[in-house]
């Protein structure tokens, strides 16, 4: 009895052990996200603190340079460019289809 009780100890070492290396993997993203969103949070309360810049002079030549259409197509334009978070490039795509 004996034996089979060293076996199975040893058997739920493996399993605790595999269970480990497994879930190191899985906390270290965890933390990277969490690093993530703390700069992002940072960023944003950067930004609203920031002041404002004054909008752009319009350009005579160009009628639709104060399109608020224009404003938000240029926005869209620089958020598509900036560098995306892992939670951006997985989970942004659900959000922006609601």
Sequence with gaps: ?????SARLRRVEQQVRAFKELHSGELQLILDELTDIAKQVED??????????????ADPAD????SPKRAKWLAEQERK???RSR?????GEREEET
């Design 81 to 83: 460019s900036a560098p």
């Design 1 to 5: 009895m004996s034996q089979e009780l």
């Design 44 to 57: 944003e309360k950067a930004a609203a603190s920031a002041p404002t810049a004054p909008a752009a002079p």
């Design 63 to 66: 009628p639709a340079a104060a």
């Design 87 to 91: 939670r951006e490039l997985l989970f």
